[in-house]
């Protein structure tokens, strides 16, 4: 590997923004549901884990080829936080990130680990392991983004580690059939045999009926708890941030609810939230973003702890106070409106 200045270019930035254009499976949330001084800097997390996600999923099919791409992530990794980058857009553009807003390398470790069990295909025995890789894959990008809007305090990043907890569980019921088909399972093995599934006999055939149905349930009800958990975090962001998270939050936990609209199955077919349901999502958006939400008097998950307290005890990075601005409720509700045509742009995108 050849080494480069840490310091970032706009073409450097410029690039990254091109890597997300296409959209990411997992994180395109946060590149365009932002204030526009947070935006760039997430663009530079997303950016990289987007490489990460795209090095492992794109290793060759040859013994050890995802073991080695982990182990060059990682190596990448020490050089963006030795202020050595890696000569890459993404690399650099990271480096002088973590080193502005002061992210914990934890975080960015605990992310790549997510991403190794998923390349070695692990299964989760009960719902702490489903909360295990959830914290990893999820729960660390809660924590990077609070650290981004200065949310630092051990009660907020709690409350960002459970909201991506709770969308990575959404994302798991919506994405059964998928990851079925492509041998995969991350609901919790005990809930299937409690439900009177074999977990490795339903892969081999992997129909729905009311006892899948009862696991998917329940998985949605435990994310429904995070969410509402994660709603007293929200509430303690600026407007302009509480305006764009909120709107992330809704709309996962809509999908929730498309689930269940269709019947729970998530096996013949995708969940995807109708559009005129999305835009009816404003008014509740913009009135939550409006009302301060009363705090959660309670702990972390024990499996996103380790999270919180990375964030809490790495040095706050010193940086100028942002300008204020003023935000009416009008302006509100055209951010929110603006912000769910851009989701509904981003998903056909994907689709």
Known sequence: MTEAPARASAADLAA???LLRGGSRSFYAASFLLPQRFREPATALYAFCRIADDAIDCAPDEPGAQA????????????????????????????????????SKTLLE???????????????????????????VAGTVGAMMATLMGARSPELVARACDLGVAMQLTNICRDVGEDARNGRIYLPLSWMREAGLEPDEWLKD?????ALASVINRMLRLADELYERADAGIGGLSFGCRAGINAARYLYAEIGRQVERQGLD?????AVVPVPR???????????????????????????????????????????????????FDSGVGRVLELLELVDERQRAMS
């Open 206 to 210: 992997p129909v729905f009926n009311d």
């Open 16 to 18: 990254c923004r091109e």
């Open 68 to 103: 080695r791409a982990l182990a060059e992530l990682r190596e990448r990794l020490d050089l963006v936080y030795d202020g050595r980058p890696f000569d890459d857009p993404a690399d650099r553009t990271l480096s002088d990130v973590v080193l502005r807003y002061g992210i």
């Open 266 to 270: 998530s096996i013949s077919r995708r």
């Open 110 to 136: 605990a992310l790549l680990e997510g991403f190794e069990w998923d390349a070695d295909g692990r299964r989760f025995e009960d719902i702490s392991g489903v909360y295990d890789y959830s914290a990893r």
């Open 278 to 328: 999305k835009l009816g999502l404003a008014a509740p958006i913009v009135g939550r973003t409006l009302t301060k939400t009363p705090a959660v008097d309670a702990p972390p998950l024990e499996e996103t702890r380790y999270l919180v307290e990375a964030v809490v005890n790495h040095p706050a990075a010193e940086q100028g106070e942002p300008k204020k601005q003023r935000h009416t």
